[in-house]
């Protein structure tokens, strides 16, 4: 069966950087573009990153944007969210997802929807 397991969260100061992992199994990992969620306390769970197959095309959240890198090792069926200067309101459950579809355009892949299976989240929490 499909399993996404999250690893890296913790607990760091304003200004630090962290990596998530992502370990992927039971589906043809380099078939479908993934995506990188989270939930802050209170609200939705909201689009992070998302890129394609390939790792060759990627998307982000503008307020993460030249902070956030998402990337994968196809080799490794692993995904990573890459966070650099982290700020308190990037403090949230961050969940990677496998896209349903093989393919996706930002509008496509920023949409919860359009993805089958998720990770059960890490947490991150950044102090000021």
């Known amino acids: 069966q499909v399993q996404l397991v999250e690893s890296g969260g913790g607990s760091v100061q304003a200004g630090d950087s962290l990596r998530l992992s992502c370990a992927a199994s039971?589906?043809?990992?380099?078939?479908?573009?993934m995506g990188w969620f989270r939930q802050a306390p209170g609200k939705e769970r909201e689009f992070v990153a998302a890129?394609?197959?390939?790792?060759?095309?990627?998307y982000q959240l503008d307020s993460v944007k030249g902070r956030f890198t998402i990337s994968r090792d196809n080799a490794k069926n692993t995904a990573y969210l890459q966070m650099s200067s982290l700020r308190p309101e990037d403090t949230a459950i961050y969940s990677c997802?496998?896209?349903?579809?093989?393919?996706?355009?930002?509008?496509?892949?920023?949409?919860?929807?359009?993805?089958?299976?998720w990770g059960q989240g890490t947490q991150v929490t950044v102090s000021s």
């Open positions: 890129m394609d197959r390939y790792g060759a095309t990627t």
């Open positions: 039971g589906y043809t990992f380099s078939g479908y573009p």
């Open positions: 997802a496998k896209s349903r579809w093989s393919s996706g355009t930002l509008y496509i892949l920023r949409q919860k929807e359009n993805y089958d299976y």
